[in-house]
């Protein structure tokens, strides 16, 4: 099992820029998170897909940001245009449950600076 | 926006147990309670979960009360390794997934 895996690991780029994070899950996972990790408000829930359809985006902050899951081993997050206040870790997760009864298996995250 | 709420840091020494408390006033009737812990530059790690009273395995206890308004993870004789951020995760009544801020443990030789 090679556990979820993301890509880049670290992306520094300036404020405008598009950015795009990258995640595939583990095989046999139907749910996959986004999450943002920032000092001040720790992780937080962006986006969830089941069966590879969008379930709840409402925590996606803005229109800058979007996310796609195009099939079952692929799941992209992008920021277009970037802002300095987008800098944080971005993590995915996969489950075989949206709910707590299954335990969620994250990536080891991008590490996302804007210049 | 319902919330968790937990001990921004904790130190303690080797040998000890520690107990962290999570507070969820608006956790849903029907989730389970989560733990994970998360090492610098890694991805949270799941430790345990249960719905109510007590839940052990071979790293930690869970204690959850049975209002399931909040639980507390014990870790029992912490050595230098399980210097972490230790996160409780639930689903609240608006069925939203909850992170806590962490609690950020030192455990000191």
């Known amino acids: 099992d090679a556990g979820v895996i993301q890509s880049p690991r670290h992306e520094v780029t300036e404020m405008g820029q598009e950015v795009t994070l990258r995640c595939k899950p583990i095989s046999g996972h139907d749910y996959l998170f986004w999450y943002r990790q920032t000092m001040m408000r720790g992780l937080e829930l962006l986006i969830y897909f089941n069966n590879n359809v969008p379930i709840d985006d409402s925590g996606m902050p803005e229109d800058r940001f979007s996310a796609k899951m195009p099939n079952a081993s692929f799941s992209t997050l992008k920021i277009q245009p970037s802002e300095p206040r987008d800098s944080a870790v971005y993590f995915c997760?996969?489950?075989?449950?949206?709910?707590?009864?299954?335990?969620?298996?994250f990536g080891d995250g991008t590490r996302l600076s804007i210049l | 926006l319902a919330k968790t709420t937990q001990p921004i840091s904790m130190d303690s020494y080797e040998g000890q147990e520690v107990n962290i408390t999570c507070s969820h006033n608006?956790?849903?009737?029907?989730?389970?309670i989560t733990w994970y812990q998360q090492f610098p530059s890694q991805g949270p790690r799941f430790i345990i979960q249960?719905?109510?009273t007590k839940v052990t395995n071979e790293v930690a206890s869970l204690f959850i009360p049975a209002d399931r308004k909040s639980s507390t993870l014990s870790l029992p004789r912490v050595s230098l390794s399980d210097t972490a951020v230790y996160y409780c995760l639930v689903t609240d009544r608006d069925d939203k997934i909850i992170f806590g801020k962490g609690t950020r443990l030192h455990i000191l030789p």
């Open positions: 608006n956790i849903a009737t029907n989730d389970y």
């Open positions: 997760a996969s489950s075989t449950d949206r709910y707590s009864n299954q335990p969620q298996h």
């Open positions: 249960g719905y109510k």
